[in-house]
DNA sequence: TGGCAGCTTCGACATATGTAGTAGAATGCT
DNA sequence: AGCATTCTACTACATATGTCGAAGCTGCCA
């Protein structure tokens, strides 16, 4: 499932909280997002065609709920980047992150942390 | 500066080697990519409209060169991702990283050492 | 019960993206 | 010189994406 740049928008508010109405999402979308009421309509009728969402009426109002997982819409977007801009493979993108300064101490010493945590442990989730 | 999927696979196979012309690029794109070669010489052509490339005429033939790094494109893909799909945060895709099992225990452990040297020193930004 | 307010459905349109055919110029082989 | 090969430049077209406006329901309140 491959979502674009407004359909990212619109789940990230979805997933927030749900079920959720237009209206709910409409203010639950970044601030500078400053779509027309229908315009929102509009994505969330073809998230709906794509089984992204569901769509409930509550007598004339929909109500939305996401159809796919958070989880699974990472899982997408992350393997995209990989394949396309990496190499797909994880040392060129382990790589560039330490070189790119994404991390400052701070989170490099918790990124430590969870490391060295999850290698003891098994476990999944979803 | 935003690349498209086929942008993606036309300018991987640029920055392998370089310059290059059309025919070039074509021998090195991915196997299942099976386009007409006006197909690639289209693409080319808004890629340099974009400035990302630049061709140069060799007699009547056309030579390509990067004009964008491979390091800033990639700096805008990880951005988008973070951005749009990981609340523009490390902490997230870094635990997504670990529980999606992208790192076996190797990695993990060469990831930590990496860290721990590096979180000494200091670096740029772009 | 007449309306306002808020919702919904449809249709429309611009730009982006993917894909390719055609025509004509430049090259090079014979 | 004449022809086949190979490029380039243009044009075209379908589908995807981003953005709405218009018009028609529904329900609630004065």
């Not at 927030?16 to 229908?38: C, F, G, N, Q, S």
């Not at 009426?57 to 801009?85: C, G, H």
């Amino acid at each position: 499932m491959k979502l674009t740049q407004a359909e990212w928008q619109i789940m990230n508010a979805l997933w927030e909280k749900h079920p959720a109405t237009a209206r709910d999402i409409m203010t639950r979308l970044p601030k500078d997002v400053k779509w027309a009421y229908t315009t929102l309509k509009t994505m969330l009728s073809r998230l709906s065609e794509k089984e992204a969402v569901s769509e409930q009426k509550q007598s004339n109002t929909s109500v939305y709920e996401p159809l796919i997982s958070q989880r699974k819409a990472r899982l997408s977007a992350f393997r995209l980047l990989l394949d396309q801009s990496f190499d797909g493979a994880m040392g060129p993108l382990m790589h560039f992150m330490l070189e790119e300064q994404k991390l400052n101490a701070k989170q490099k010493k918790e990124l430590i942390e969870i490391l060295q945590n999850e290698s003891e442990e098994s476990g999944e989730t979803e």
